[in-house]
């Protein structure tokens, strides 16, 4: 998913008495933001890209709404940045779909070089009108005009310009950035505009990301929107870059340390969770075994911190982890011991180190089985689904600007999903509540029912609320942040990159049958089909991989 302000995709009701509500509230973390330890970058409002400081503004001056369109059919509205620092310049407007509070931010501009022909900013030469709302037969207030400044040579326009007149802006109003600070963008989530998810043709509005997202890449969001008349055309806009490649926004130890008590999430467990997480070294002492193909007689026990696991390697079948061979050990062991259960973290710069992505690892030793739901039959899919050794995350997304949570990502199954702050639940203070499901173990930000697959048919995903809490700021450890070189030390757990499980070794079609035995006819087909198109890593055929063998470890959450 997105990296700038983001909403899930919905597809457009197109209710003729659909009303969007106008955004009258401004959203704010439940409490305060602490006062962060001193260090050299990390939340002092400013980032230097290079000649280029920027500075994150979120108080807005309204500009333009419509009340109707984009997702849910309920409109969007348009703001310039207020309140902009001395000597900082606007670089793009802002603007969110009427279905929430006032969440987002834009980044302003500031020349550091002191070189008034060559300098990182300068003034457009001109403006395009992009589109305007004057022939629009739906509710708006008054009339949207969107503006691309024309850039002198060597320059770029990193925002559009939003205005209720339809003479042009003065050149004073916004800055174009030198080429040599920009990077390329896409489209991210739909903002508004007409036809189904902003798809189809007709002018549309978007929010802008880096095309090249992960920790080696230097795009940074501007958090501004970009508006398509033609979806088959080059963007006009560019993202900014960090040109130094300069880290020192990033934060230091103690600063970790203090992000993690003010933000860590509870995970709640369903009431009928049978199969809890546990720290690595749990599983390790209490029995977990190692075995390599060939030698599958003779299995190793795994010290405590993992140091006697193969180091590197691929996922090629030779080595596997799993449960004791004794059968009360081993039903012990699939349950976890959630008391001692630990939270392992990885700290990365992402959106060219203006933001820090605080992945927080949790280790289940046992993925129980999977259900269904198939029209109006819940069914139990025996063994599909099963699997030793589950990898889950949370991953905290921070402003290196000032230290607020602005969003968190929730791993589910395959994918995820990342939810802004301003949609989330939270609990004793900014702790951002999360719901595991039940034996998937998959992250939601709200509890009930979510439904893996299609139309009528699908995998269950049920979360609830229960006594069996997971406070992740109570036990956790920092197991990589690679920017701050010698000061993290990996364990060697986290560098055995073969599978965690065993290789599961089924009939599917037998699985299959038993549960056809209880669906009407009608159905019996379209289920064999749904089951088959899962992934083998959801079916429990794969034993699955640890953290460093996500694509998320060194790439952005998807």
């Not at 300068?122 to 207030?141: A, F, G, M, R």
């Not at 589910?412 to 802004?420: A, E, L, M, T």
């Not at 639940?425 to 595991?436: L, P």
């Not at 965690?500 to 669906?519: F, H, M, Q, R």
């Amino acid at each position: 998913m997105g990296n700038c302000p983001l909403l899930a995709r919905t597809t457009n009701i197109s209710k003729k008495n659909s009303k969007g509500l106008p955004i009258e509230t401004t959203f704010k973390l439940p409490a305060p933001i602490p006062s962060w330890p001193q260090g050299e970058g990390f939340a002092i409002g400013t980032i230097d890209l290079g000649g280029l400081q920027v500075c994150q503004i979120s108080s807005f001056k309204k500009v333009w709404a419509v009340h109707e369109g984009g997702p849910e059919n309920i409109g969007a509205t348009f703001f310039e940045p207020s309140n902009i620092p001395e000597g900082f310049f606007m670089l793009g407007c802002y603007a969110q779909p009427n279905n929430r509070p006032l969440f987002g931010w834009v980044l302003a501009g500031k020349d550091d070089t002191g070189d008034a022909m060559g300098g990182t900013l300068k003034q457009p030469v001109d403006y395009t009108l992009v589109w305007s709302s004057e022939s629009l037969k739906i509710k708006q207030d008054g009339i949207g005009y969107i503006w691309l400044p024309t850039p002198p040579d060597g320059y770029k326009a990193v925002g559009h310009v939003i205005t209720n007149s339809p003479e042009k802006p003065s050149l004073e109003k916004i800055r174009c950035v030198r080429s040599d600070l920009t990077d390329q963008c896409e489209i991210d989530t739909w903002i508004w505009g007409r036809g189904k998810d902003g798809i189809a043709n007709g002018f549309k509005i978007f929010f802008a990301r880096p095309g090249n997202r992960g920790t080696q890449a230097m795009g940074v969001c501007v958090g501004t929107f970009v508006a398509q008349n033609n979806s088959d055309i080059p963007l006009s806009l560019a993202c900014l870059k960090n040109a130094r490649s300069n880290l020192s926004s990033m934060p230091n130890p103690r600063q970790i340390e203090a992000i993690v008590q003010a933000y860590s999430p509870y995970i709640y467990f369903h009431p009928d969770e049978t199969y809890l997480p546990s720290s690595v070294t749990w599983f390790f002492d209490n029995g977990a075994l190692l075995y390599k193909k060939g030698e599958e007689s003779k299995p190793s026990s795994i010290d405590s911190m993992g140091s006697n696991l193969p180091q590197g390697g691929s996922k090629d079948g030779t080595y596997w982890l799993d449960l004791p061979v004794d059968d009360k050990a081993e039903d012990r062991v699939k349950k976890g011991d959630l008391q001692n259960s630990r939270v392992y973290l990885h700290i990365k710069p992402m959106l060219g180190a203006t933001y820090t992505d605080v992945a927080l690892w949790i280790f289940y030793p046992f993925n129980g089985p999977a259900r269904a739901k198939v029209d109006f039959i819940n069914i139990p899919l025996g063994k599909i689904g099963q699997h030793v050794g589950d990898w889950e995350h949370v991953t905290l997304r921070i402003s290196n600007f000032n230290g607020e949570l602005w969003r968190v990502y929730f791993s589910q199954h395959s994918g995820g999903i990342w939810v802004n702050a301003s949609e989330l639940e939270f609990g004793g203070g900014n702790k951002a509540v999360t719901y595991s499901s039940l034996h998937g173990h998959a992250m939601y930000a709200k509890p009930g029912l979510v439904l893996q697959g299609n139309g009528a048919i699908g995998i269950r995903n049920d979360t609830a609320k229960s006594k069996m809490l997971l406070d992740t700021g109570r036990e956790f450890s920092v197991v990589a942040a690679e920017y701050l070189g010698s000061a993290i030390t990996e364990p060697p757990w986290l560098n055995y990159f073969r599978e965690w499980g065993p290789k599961i070794s089924y009939d599917i079609a037998d699985e299959i049958k038993k549960v056809e035995k209880l669906l009407p006819a009608k159905l019996k087909s379209a289920f064999e089909k749904f089951v088959h198109s899962l992934p083998d890593e959801v079916l429990g055929e794969e034993g699955p991989t640890g953290p460093k063998e996500k694509n998320n470890w060194s790439g952005d959450e998807k």
